[in-house]
C-alpha cells in the first residue's frame, strides 16, 4: 500500500496543473486483478478538450476514451508509456464520455510488465 500511495503522488505530479476547467479527474491502481481506472462525465458543450495521463509503477498502460460513436467520438485507444505524461486534444460532444485505464497483460492473465504498485491518473479539462 506504501508504493502505491507513493506512486499516486507521482503520477498526480506527472498530470501537472490542470489548464483549464476540470471535467474529468481519476486514479488509482491499474495492477492485479479487478483494477483499473474508469469514470464517466457529462460533457455540456461541443468542442476541444484535453486529455492528461500518467502511470507510475507499470511499463505500459492502455487508455479508451469514448462516447456514443452516433453523437460523439468513437472509441479511441492509446497504449501509454509510463516513462512520461501523456496528452492531446479529443474533439467532444454535448453526452457522456467514457475514460478506462487498464494495465496490459499477456493472455495468461498475468501483468506482462507490473513489478506492483501500479497506479495511473487521468484528467479531461476544457479547452484545447
Known sequence: MALEASNLVTARKLLGAASG???????????????????????????????????????????????????????????IDCATSYSRVVQLQP????VQILEMRDYSGASATSTGGGVAAVRITAGG
Open 21 to 79: 476547467a476540470v471535467i474529468l479527474e481519476d486514479s488509482g491502481t491499474v495492477g492485479g486483478a479487478g483494477s483499473g481506472v474508469g469514470k464517466s462525465a457529462r460533457i455540456e458543450d461541443a468542442g476541444s478538450y484535453t486529455l492528461t495521463a500518467a502511470c507510475v509503477g507499470a511499463s505500459d498502460v492502455h487508455l479508451v476514451i469514448a462516447q456514443d460513436p452516433r453523437i460523439g467520438l468513437a472509441p479511441q485507444d492509446q497504449t
Open 95 to 98: 453526452g457522456s464520455v467514457n
